[in-house]
């Protein structure tokens, strides 16, 4: 059906239907009341099945139920809450038709009815039908692109590593659709990994695509560079190839990124404007600070690489600054609460941490992407 004429008044009715037969607009169906008009839309049904309806034209004093609570009625469904309603009233009363607006009509014809007003306010409601149906489909397309973009997203990220010389795992708690959080490791010898935490400015389809650029020479880069600071200016290069002289935006992405080497118990590491990562050597903790600025702002950068030994265990954390601002006012309290937990904590694990970071009766929002690396050697 294309169109439902409603009204108690069977002369009102039958001239509406004779003017729009006349018109040429066959597809019509007519309700003697509100009641009626819920019966054609089977408006209490479970099922939700597709009903087609391009208009309603609604009259908007009917008994039992009137046309504004039929209104308020359609509206409180989605499945019907895009069908433009235009009412035809004999009523003057401007608090009335203001009503019938706030109500979810999108216009009112009065009575008696003028042929030409009718027809026109018709065609107009019908290019708004069409313009909300491109948009809705437009969404839904822009919906699955997104559903995908972000499958593959995160079908690039590393999977857990436990291989009996080092656990690398983490947790990885994107704000929207897409992440400008992204992390990933790899085994450039018999006992050395390579390890990155990466955070892209911004979030969203731009940042995204930019990440996973980043991940398309990211491991080429690891295993065939492997020293840091190497590294950070192979990856400062790629971002610097991204820039145009009119982008009004310059793309960059702050870092950490360590080589682990269990068998000379070393990590060498730069961190490349991120927040300092936390390292546990023999018991004592301290930040990984060494590095450089964010990566893709200069052509070239100057960067100084850290390194530290441990003789046992080293356990360390790399987070993106949304950890910091979740669980904190501001960095530095998100940074001082990390590290009392880190302190009193007996273990690591990502769960755990996270519970005892951000319980589940807080009620502080997570604003942005929240990711946590957490490499311990065994």
Not at 82 to 95: E, K, M, Q, R
Not at 96 to 114: F, H, R, S, T, W
Not at 337 to 351: G, V
């Amino acid at each position: 059906m294309s169109i439902i004429i409603v009204d108690d008044n069977a002369t009102n009715l039958l001239i509406i239907e004779k003017i729009l037969r006349k018109e040429g607009y066959e597809d019509l169906v007519l309700a003697a009341s509100a009641m009626e008009l819920y019966d054609i839309l089977d408006i209490d049904s479970t099922s939700k099945k597709e009903v087609t309806v391009n208009l309603i034209l609604m009259d908007m004093m009917m008994p039992e139920i009137d046309g504004l609570e039929a209104c308020r009625r359609i509206q409180e469904l989605d499945r019907f809450r895009d069908i433009p309603i235009i009412f035809v009233t004999a009523l003057g009363d401007s608090n009335k038709l203001a009503e019938a607006l706030d109500a979810g009509a999108i216009d009112y014809v009065m009575k008696p009815i003028n042929k030409v007003e009718l027809l026109a306010r018709i065609r107009s409601a019908f290019r708004l039908k069409m313009e909300k149906d491109w948009h809705k489909e437009r969404d839904k397309r822009i919906k699955y692109e997104l559903d995908l973009a972000k499958q593959v997203q995160r079908s690039v990220l590393s999977e857990p590593i436990q291989d009996g010389k080092v656990e690398i795992g983490a947790v990885y708690k994107p704000s929207s659709e897409l992440a400008g959080d992204f992390y990933a490791w790899h085994r450039i010898g018999p006992s050395r990994y390579g390890i990155i935490l990466l955070d892209m400015m911004g979030h969203g389809i731009s940042s995204s695509l930019v990440c996973m650029y980043i991940y398309s020479h990211l491991q080429d880069t690891i295993t065939r560079i492997s020293d840091p600071e190497e590294v950070m200016h192979e990856l400062n290069r790629h971002m610097n190839q991204l820039h145009m002289s009119d982008e009004l935006i310059q793309y960059y992405f702050t870092a950490i990124y360590l080589v682990l080497d269990t068998e000379q118990k070393t990590v060498e590491y730069v961190n490349a404007g991120h927040p300092a990562g936390v390292i546990e050597v023999d018991g004592e903790i301290t930040t990984l600070s060494e590095g450089c600025c964010a990566i893709g702002f200069f052509d070239n950068i100057d960067i100084r690489k850290g390194m530290i030994r441990y003789q046992h265990k080293m356990k360390a954390m790399l987070f993106t600054d949304g950890l910091i601002e979740w669980i904190g006012e501001d960095q530095e309290s998100g940074t001082d609460k990390l590290l009392q937990t880190l302190r009193s904590s007996s273990t690591w694990a990502t769960d755990d941490l996270i519970e005892r970071l951000v319980p589940k009766s807080d009620t502080n929002i997570q604003q942005d992407d929240v990711c946590l690396v957490l490499i311990e050697t065994n």
